[in-house]
């Protein structure tokens, strides 16, 4: 698939073997870790240009808008890469729910326990 992502922020990311990046969101003012999505060049072209967060859907394999459908939208801050160029990591300022359970992020129910 071609994609208008600039040139040399393509050359510089480094892709799963599907042509995806994990794509981590946070809220921009707290530090909380929203939720983990997946973009390809298109879908992170179409987050940094729109500024709204575009994810790749893996089992619909189709691109979709956060908060189109639940209107829980998240709105792009900032966007950095990782120091290997693997993992991009989006500074949102998110509305409603991250999670597609409702709840605020995808990370508070299932809490693992520490062993000493």
């Known amino acids: 698939m071609t994609s208008n992502l600039d040139p040399a922020i393509a050359a510089r990311l480094k892709r799963s073997p599907d042509g995806l990046v994990p ?5 921009y003012d707290t ?3 929203l939720m983990l999505g997946w973009m390809d060049d298109e879908a992170l072209h179409r987050t940094l240009t729109t500024g709204r967060c575009t994810y790749w859907s893996r ?6 808008v956060k908060g ?4 829980h939208v998240q709105h792009v801050k900032s966007v950095a890469l990782d120091c290997d ?19 605020r ?5 299932d809490v693992l326990p520490l062993g000493k």
Request: include cysteine.
């Open 31 to 33: 530090g909380e870790v």
């Open 23 to 27: 794509a981590i969101a946070q809220q």
């Open 59 to 64: 089992s619909r394999q189709e691109y979709w």
């Open 105 to 109: 992020t995808c990370f508070d129910a």
């Open 68 to 71: 189109d459908t639940s209107g």
């Open 85 to 103: 160029a693997d993992t991009v990591l989006v500074k949102v300022d998110q509305v409603g729910a991250a999670c597609h359970t409702g709840a």
